[in-house]
Structure formats: C-alpha cells, structure tokens
C-alpha cells in the first residue's frame, strides 16, 4: 500500500506548493491561460453562487485505501475526523437550508465513529436525497461494518462508490492490492438487499475516475459497457455512472509531476476547455463542509486550502442570504471540472 | 530548420486542413465523423479498428491519437494488444500468401 503524501513528508502536502506549482510554469509563462482569463473570454467571471442544492459534509480524511489519484490525501494515517458537535452545527443547518442533497464524504466515510448517529440523525431531516460516498471495500474491511449496506437500506441512503473499471488490473493499479475482489463482494452485498436493481427506489451509482493521465469517456458509453461486464461477469447491477475528471491536486498531481505527465495535462485540459460546462459546475450550487467545519465552494478548493470568499466561513456562523452570490474562488485546477461535457460529483454537467 | 518530419503539436492543426481547401476538408470531416458514430459497430468497436490500422499504416498522429482515445473508453491494454496482433498477422501474413507466388515460379523453372 502507497503512503499518503502526509505520511511521506512530501513537499505537496503542504497545499502553498500545490497551489503555486499550479499558479507558476506555464501558467505565468503565458503558455496556458489562467482560468481566470479563459472564463472572463465569455464573460463567465467571477463566478457567483446560485441557490445551494447540494451540501457536501466531509466527515474525516481517514481511510482504509489509499488510492493513487485520491484528491483528499485520505488513507488509514490520516486523523483529521468530525467531531459530534461539528456534526451537530452540520445538523442545524441542514434542518434549515432548501438543499435537496446531502453528500457525505470522506476518506471512507463510515470510519467515522459518529457515522452512524450523524446518518440516522439527517435521515430525519427530510433532505431528498442523503448520499454516502463509500469506497465499498469498507463493507468487508472489517465484521463491525459487514452490516453497513443493511444500515443504509434502513435510512433509504442513495450509496455512491467509486469504481475505476470493471476489470481488476485497472482497477487494482489505481486503488490498492485486493480492492477489486473486495468491492465486487460489496457490490453482491447491496444488490442482495435491492441496491442498484431495475426500479428499485435504493439507488447505487458508480463513480468512474480515469486510471490515468487522460480525460473520462462519454458518461454515456462509459455506463453501458460498466453495466454489461458487471452484469455479465459477476451479475452486477447498478443506476448510474457519473464520470469524473481527476483533478490536478494532491496525490494525482504527484503523480502527474513523477510520471512527467503534469504539463500535457494541463495542455489536454485547456484544450477541452468547454465554456458551456462552465454554466453548470458544481461549486455555483455546492458548499463544501471540512471535517473541522470551514465552509469552501468545493471539495477541491477544501483539499487546497482555498476557503470561501465571504464574511461567513464556519458552519457555526452560516446565513444562507449572506453566502448566496458570492465570488467563488477559482484557480487553475478548476480546469478539471469545464473540460469536455464538464465534470462534478455527480458526474458530467453537459 | 525544423530537425524531424513529424511534430506531436501538428496533430492538433489537423482541421487546419481546411482552410487551403474548405470544401473538400469539411466533406473529408464530415465523413471522418459520421464513420466513427455508432452504427451496426459500436464506436468502441471502431476505435479499436483505428488503432489497428494505425499501425498497420504507422502512422504516429493515429497511433497517438487512438491510444488516447481507447484509454478513454477504458478499451485495456490487453484489448489494444490483441487488436494490434490481428493488424499484424494480416500484414505478416500478406507478406507470407504471396509465397505461394514464389513457390509456383520455383516450380515451373526449377528442374
């Protein structure tokens, strides 16, 4: 198992050298326009924030994978964890916002030793959709937690779980030793209860990350070949696909730098550069809760130390009229997110 | 003077194709799209026979290009290779078929 760049005491860890690796080179050279020069062509800057839909709580960096790409820097060294009384800041104002969409995240999530009152307490909220980004491969880590997918058709929890590709060479390379073998177990698990299956109202989506330094597929076509070999090789079935572009920050920027792919990255960024996904990115729609509490416009910006540009900056503090419309706070990372059809947390936004 | 025939960069100015000659290069990526849709073969399908043409005609811009693509339909490394095997045994074996050529000329001169 690789180490988190904290573990290894790596320069990125610390987030000024991300930020100016990606401010620097061939950004200030002029050779790539900044982001901020390419949406002021189409007069898109500064981005504002519109009505919030979707409140995205991380829960702790702690995990038991450490994924090669992960933008978190999550993994089992990791300490950073919500306490209960964050959790419960967190709780007042989901009682409050419109938001139809809590999305908890982490790190594995459900490591969290609140997890489980933090669940059953915003499944009473009424929030439409309560999702939990899990790893899978957590359901099987460990006895105390073989009951999660039980746990989660209890509270009607939409489950989101990452999955690379529906071979195991890929997506053991990008993920860990044993992890394909380990979530395919999980994905029985769930479609064992009803999770994923043809109108079932226990919604399971998949969310692909590209094994590499390339841009994801059509969403589209990516979904129907995921859905015909899970089915096909392991009778696996799921709803969605959401195709997410891997950011050029924290671990997958290391691994951009290492394999000296940083550069035509960016280029193949730029180049897909869509002025219509800029519209539709999440952070307009998104706030971003740490595990500390800070506010950010995304769970990118969290990772960069890059926190919202407003009077209000912890969910203690929050007043949704004084944080709607504010300047969101971009860099050139957010290229990630308007490259092709555009990528989010909940997958393409074209 | 520039020091190799190909440069990865000229892939790009592809469409500039069209500008010494706009009607014939819009009919050419017209068509160059429309073969790639899906139709009775999956785009997936048709990438992979790109990549194995590529080589066949070797040809880095496609080489290139198709890998990338490939890689973003999530095609393997192990489909690519067997594509390419099949490229390979088809221009191998068109070498070898014209053998039977040589063989006829052997047999009707050799004593």
Redesign the interface.
């Known amino acids: 198992m690789i180490k988190s760049l904290h573990k290894r005491e790596s320069e990125l860890a610390n987030t000024h050298k991300q930020l100016e690796i990606l401010s620097n080179g061939i950004f200030k050279t002029g050779d790539l326009p900044t982001f901020k020069n390419k949406i002021s062509e189409t007069n898109q800057f500064p981005l504002k924030a519109k009505k919030l839909e979707v409140l995205q709580i991380n829960v702790g960096y702690m995990c038991n994978q450490v994924c090669e790409h992960c933008h978190v820097d999550a993994g089992p060294d990791r300490k950073e964890i919500m306490t209960r009384t964050t959790m419960q800041q967190c709780l007042e104002v989901i009682k409050k916002t419109g938001a139809h969409t809590l999305d908890l995240t982490g790190g594995a999530p459900e490591m969290n030793p609140d997890f489980r009152w933090f669940v059953e307490e915003a499944s009473k909220v009424g929030v439409e959709d309560v999702m939990v980004r899990s790893n899978l491969t957590i359901m099987t880590a460990n006895k105390k937690y073989n009951d999660l997918p039980e746990f989660f058709k209890k509270h009607n929890i939409h489950v989101v779980s990452s999955m690379p590709h529906w071979t195991r060479g890929k997506t053991d390379k990008q993920r860990g030793t044993g992890v394909f073998d380990a979530s395919i177990n999980a994905l029985k698990m769930l479609n064992a209860i009803g999770y994923g299956m043809p109108n079932s109202p226990l919604k399971l989506d998949l969310v692909y990350n590209p094994s590499g330094a390339f841009l994801p597929g059509n969403q589209m076509s990516l979904e129907k070949d995921f859905k015909k070999a899970l089915k096909d090789d392991f009778d696996i079935q799921f709803h969605n696909l959401f195709a997410i572009t891997n950011l050029p920050i924290s671990r997958f920027l290391d691994y951009l730098i290492a394999s000296d792919n940083y550069e035509d990255y960016m280029y193949t960024l730029v180049e897909a550069y869509n002025p219509a996904a800029v519209a539709n990115v999440m952070c307009t729609n998104t706030i971003s809760v740490s595990w500390d509490g800070y506010l950010y416009d995304c769970d990118f910006n969290q990772m960069l130390g890059l926190p919202i540009n407003n009077k209000i900056k912890h969910i203690s503090e929050y007043n949704e009229d004084l944080l709607k419309g504010r300047d969101i706070v971009i860099s050139q990372h957010c290229y990630g997110c308007t490259a092709g059809a555009g990528s989010s947390c909940q997958g393409s936004v074209t | 003077m520039q020091k190799t025939y190909y440069d990865p960069a000229d892939l790009?100015k592809f469409g500039k194709i069209s500008e010494w000659n706009e009607e014939l290069g819009s009919k050419f990526f017209d068509y160059y799209g429309k073969v790639f849709e899906e139709g009775a073969l999956t785009?997936?399908e048709k990438s992979l026979i790109a990549l194995a043409v590529a080589h066949t005609i070797q040809c880095p811009y496609c080489i290139d290009a198709y890998t990338?693509?490939g890689?973003?339909?999530?095609i393997?490394k192990?489909e690519m290779m067997e594509a390419l095997h099949v490229a390979a045994a088809i221009r191998g074996g068109a070498s070898l078929v014209h053998g039977v050529q040589m063989m006829n000329k052997v047999n009707k001169l050799d004593m």
Do not use: F
């Open positions: 790009k785009e997936r990338g693509d890689l973003q339909r999530g393997t192990e």
